[in-house]
């Protein structure tokens, strides 16, 4: 099969498809059926658009047929007012029970989040998950030792992130950094990959807002985040042999207290340029 076949009995040459190709690599002219360009297997980036733009499912990509995508149903659409509440319900979740968010479960947040957009549709996110709240405190700990090697290294800093406190509760059996969360889920990708960190944040974004629908707490782990950037003991654990560096860390579990109410937020600053 060439990378696109048309079907010519429902092609209804409308040029649809090719005026929507991110890349510009289906050919077409006004009564013509399009055809893809010569260079189109090697500038084609999978993306699905040319299969799911077509009104009439009259084009298939060599890795995608219009049967195999969920067809779009517009009475499933949100609402502005239902996007509002979707986005401002959402809350950094700190306490969590005990329970376990089940494999299942995970797998299909993570199946949701993947649907996340990438630079040239590369998709180069590679997720981990640190799973049990043993795991869980074992990664912390390495977490912590870089805090403390911080304090002494470089103090200004360290006191400024507060990393004197966190350590301090610690020793306490406090847990500020991860929460004692049940889960941790990392979204990583490879070290040299420059599409890689951008990536990560924006399916870890989609991750955060998934998880609501699934009734688990997440929160982002901003801390941990640092320490498996920086500390090769941490970094080690978490796969820098293959080459993968972290990008995003989330906490994860069923939250042990609802929220009833939604914060504001600064009015956005925004500089308006043209006419508007
Ligand atoms: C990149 C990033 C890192 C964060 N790191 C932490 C963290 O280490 N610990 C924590 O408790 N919250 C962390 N947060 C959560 C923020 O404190 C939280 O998003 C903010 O207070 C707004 O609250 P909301 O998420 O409930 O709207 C982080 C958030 C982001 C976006």
Sequence with gaps: MSLLAIDEGRCKKDGICAAECPMGIIQWKKGEFPAPAKQAPALCINCGHCVAVCPHAALAHEQLAPEDCLEVDKALALSPEQTEHFLRARRSIRTFKETPVEKDT?????????????????????????SGRETVKEHTALVIDWMKLALKENPKFAKALHLDMLVAAWKFGM???TRSAPTLILAQGKENNPMAPQACTIAMTYLDLAAQSFGVGTCWCGYFLRAAATHGPLAERLGKDQGLKTYAVMMAGYPKFGYHRMPTRNTPGITWTGNI
């Design 106 to 130: 995970l797998s299909e947040i993570i199946r949701l989040a993947s649907f996340a957009p990438s630079g040239h549709n590369s998709q180069p996110v590679q997720w981990r998950v640190l």
């Design 175 to 177: 847990d500020v950094v």
